[in-house]
């Protein structure tokens, strides 16, 4: 069985992944984030790897934990990789992420693609168990 870590010293669980595009594929780090309904990426990362508005399905709001409202796009991803799993096709959120991207975070990832996962956490070991 799999096993990631993450540091559970810190406010928020990330955890790293693939993410690839039309142009490319990049590392990224993700807010493990069950809260979120939609895994988020941070536009200007999405961009790199080539998803430009030629992908964009519709557009889309957020509200933030603090009730502000962010405008993105959805767009189709090619393939996310993370936590071991693959998955092709999943429609994710393209919004402006400034303030976590400073912080070397490139989105969320959301229950969407969380609870695809048969997986057990020991949060206070900071242990994710993926099965």
Not at 41 to 51: A, F, R, V
Not at 68 to 76: N, P, Q, T
């Amino acid at each position: 069985m799999p096993e990631f870590h993450f540091d559970p010293t810190e406010p928020t669980p990330t955890v790293s992944g693939i993410l690839r595009g039309p142009k490319g594929t990049r590392r990224i780090t993700l807010v493990f984030d069950t809260g979120a309904v939609l895994t988020q990426i941070h536009s200007p990362t999405l961009e790199i790897i080539g998803y430009g508005i030629s992908h964009h399905i519709r557009k889309a709001t957020m509200i933030g934990a603090g009730g502000e409202r962010h405008d993105g796009e959805l767009i189709k991803s090619e393939t996310i990789i993370t936590l071991g799993k693959r998955i092709e096709g999943a429609t994710i959120g393209s919004f402006d992420f400034s303030k976590l991207s400073e912080a070397g975070i490139d989105g969320l990832l959301g229950w969407d693609l969380i609870r695809q996962l048969h997986l057990e956490m020991n949060g206070p070991k900071g242990i994710l168990r993926i099965f």
